[in-house]
């Protein structure tokens, strides 16, 4: 048991050791404000950075967005000729009638004329 109480005492010894106050190293505060400052200069360089990626970024979804317009108008356009073509297709397969009829009524006109 005595055994069991010397090794509660050197736990205890222990915790209060790991718990007791000790002072800063000298260097620490000058440390740490060295940093600081140091991650304040970096974060006052990168701040334009941030607003020159944020202008990037806009400009190219802006690109983007602009082709993608002028893709879908393109797109439109080749509808719009593909439909136009084919009204003039269809005009012409009318007109072509419309000749053929006039020539067989001309033809027939002229064998009952007799020339």
């Known amino acids: 048991m005595s055994d069991e109480l010397d090794g509660m005492n050197e736990f205890e010894r222990q915790v209060a050791e790991a718990l007791a106050r000790r002072p ?5 505060k000058r440390r740490i404000l060295t940093e600081r400052a140091r991650r304040v200069e970096i974060e006052r360089h990168s701040r334009p950075r941030i607003w020159l990626r944020l202008a990037a970024s806009i400009l190219l979804v802006g690109i983007l967005a602009g082709a993608g317009l002028w893709q879908h108008r393109r ?24 000749l053929d009829h006039v020539e067989t009524r001309l033809a027939a006109h002229d064998h009952d004329t007799g020339e």
């Open 24 to 28: 800063a190293p000298p260097a620490l």
């Open 75 to 98: 797109e439109e356009e080749r509808h719009r000729g593909e439909e136009v073509r084919r009204q003039v297709m269809i005009a012409l397969g009318i007109t072509a009638r419309a």
